[in-house]
């Protein structure tokens, strides 16, 4: 079956750097996707890879091994207003999107 | 980017009612569209692809008859809850590929439609 894995919640300090980690057994792959999704929001696009390595985009970063069916979403200089849910997706052979149950990431002040 | 609008944000309806929630590709035409359901604290979950001038194709488990889909034309998809129940009460958020930017598989979403039947 098709499964994506990532933690429930992670806690972290403004000002710091947090890894969200997301690993995925899939039938096929045509590309990784993270998305931001705050409460009661829809989710909003953050990152795609497609090739392994480091896409980096502000103060995110999106990192992918297709060899090992791993990602992370990598964010620095952590706000307040970064609490939210982090989604991992993945594009199947299909075409399809294969979604993680989400990261809810918690900041402190 | 591309923007999606949804409506209604928000609908509260009797149970046995139905309820019309619409998904709009406002700058760009969108031949597929996707509607989601999300529970709380839950991930999305893929309910159907929309397609313009097509039947829709539903995941399954599914119900087509109780989830019925309407894409008459190429900017608007429209998800029709009939008979609504409790237990349908969820967030539905529906979702479009800009092809025409390239497809990167970037989804841009509406802003989601709360569902509450009482």
């Known amino acids: 079956g098709q499964n994506i894995d990532q933690p429930t919640e992670m806690t972290a300090t403004e000002g710091a750097i947090v890894q969200i980690n997301c690993t995925y057994q899939?039938?096929?792959?045509?590309?990784l996707f993270w998305y931001q999704q705050h409460a009661g929001e829809a989710p909003t696009f953050l990152s795609y890879n497609v090739l392994d390595g480091l896409e980096e985009k502000g103060r995110f970063s999106s990192f992918l091994s297709r060899s090992k069916g791993y990602s992370y979403l990598l964010l620095k200089e952590l706000q307040m207003k970064d609490s939210a849910s982090y989604l991992c997706a993945v594009r199947d052979s299909n075409y399809q999107l294969i979604w993680g149950a989400g990261t809810k990431l918690i900041i402190k002040p | 980017g591309a923007v999606v609008s949804q409506h209604p944000s928000w609908v509260i309806c009797k149970s046995g009612t139905s309820v019309k929630i619409e998904c709009r590709s406002l700058d760009f035409q969108a031949t597929t569209m996707f509607w989601y359901r999300q529970f709380p604290k839950q991930s999305l979950m893929l309910m159907a692809t929309s397609n313009e001038g097509s039947k829709a194709t539903y995941e399954q488990g599914v119900e087509k008859d109780k989830f019925l889909i309407n894409h008459a034309s190429l900017t608007l998809s429209t998800l029709t809850v009939t008979s609504a129940h409790p237990e349908d009460s969820s967030f539905y958020i529906c979702?479009?590929?800009?092809?025409?930017?390239?497809?990167?598989?970037?989804?841009?979403f509406g802003e989601g439609s709360r569902l509450t039947v009482l």
């Open positions: 899939t039938s096929g792959f045509n590309g």
């Open positions: 979702s479009a590929r800009d092809l025409g930017q390239g497809d990167t598989g970037e989804l841009f």
